[in-house]
């Protein structure tokens, strides 16, 4: 069982990011302090707002490891505690469910050889109506199905 909760400022940072994006998918990394074994809060996020376009989200290798060089260095490279979570990106347009893509790419993340990445959340968001943000969040670990997964502390 794994419990994912979000520090408090990261709902109204992707709310605003979400505003200013409109009908743009956008999204990038997400960043997690383990508080226990099995208990992760999301503490900060990367936000690729190029990338995006209506209907897909690509992000740019080189501005996301920038991000996550700089995540590393402010939390004092304390990798054991502080470390990349999963991905997260955004569908304006459409459900939160993940897409096909998106569960070949994250598949992709977590079983390749090639990946030092074994397990990665991803988060889809979509703002409903300006005031709710609609979410889904799913687990991809190497070796096993992909798992929906809620917050513990849910959206607003
Ligand atoms: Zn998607």
Same mark, same amino acid.
């Given at each position: 069982?794994?419990?994912?909760?979000?520090?408090?400022?990261?709902?109204?940072? /992707?709310?605003?990011?979400?505003?200013?994006?409109?009908?743009?998918?956008?999204?990038?990394? /997400?960043?997690?302090?383990?508080?226990?074994?099995? &208990?992760?809060?999301?503490?900060?996020?990367?936000?690729?707002?190029?990338?995006?376009?209506?209907? #897909?989200?690509?992000?740019?290798?080189? /501005?996301?490891?920038?991000?996550?060089?700089?995540?590393?260095?402010?939390t004092? &490279?304390?990798f054991?505690?502080? #470390?990349?979570?999963? =991905?997260?990106?955004?569908?304006?347009s459409?459900p939160?469910?993940?897409?096909?893509?998106?569960?070949?790419?994250?598949?992709? /993340?977590?079983?390749?050889?090639?990946s =030092?990445?074994?397990?990665?959340?991803?988060?889809?968001?979509?703002? &409903?109506f300006?005031?709710?943000?609609?979410?889904?969040?799913?687990?991809?670990?190497?070796?096993?199905?992909?798992? &929906?997964?809620?917050?513990a502390?849910?959206?607003?």
């Amino acid at each position: 069982m794994m419990r994912i909760e979000l520090a408090p400022d990261i709902e109204p940072r /992707l709310r605003k990011a979400l505003h200013q994006a409109g009908s743009r998918e956008i999204g990038g990394m /997400l960043f997690a302090e383990q508080l226990a074994p099995g &208990r992760f809060r999301i503490v900060d996020f990367s936000l690729d707002p190029h990338s995006g376009s209506y209907a #897909n989200f690509r992000r740019d290798p080189a /501005l996301h490891h920038a991000a996550l060089t700089a995540f590393f260095d402010k939390t004092g &490279r304390d990798f054991s505690r502080f #470390n990349y979570l999963g =991905e997260w990106h955004s569908h304006p347009s459409f459900p939160v469910r993940p897409s096909r893509e998106d569960m070949d790419t994250m598949t992709d /993340l977590v079983e390749l050889g090639s990946s =030092e990445i074994t397990f990665a959340l991803l988060l889809i968001v979509r703002l &409903r109506f300006w005031m709710w943000m609609d979410y889904s969040m799913t687990a991809f670990a190497k070796g096993y199905a992909p798992h &929906r997964s809620r917050l513990a502390t849910r959206f607003i």
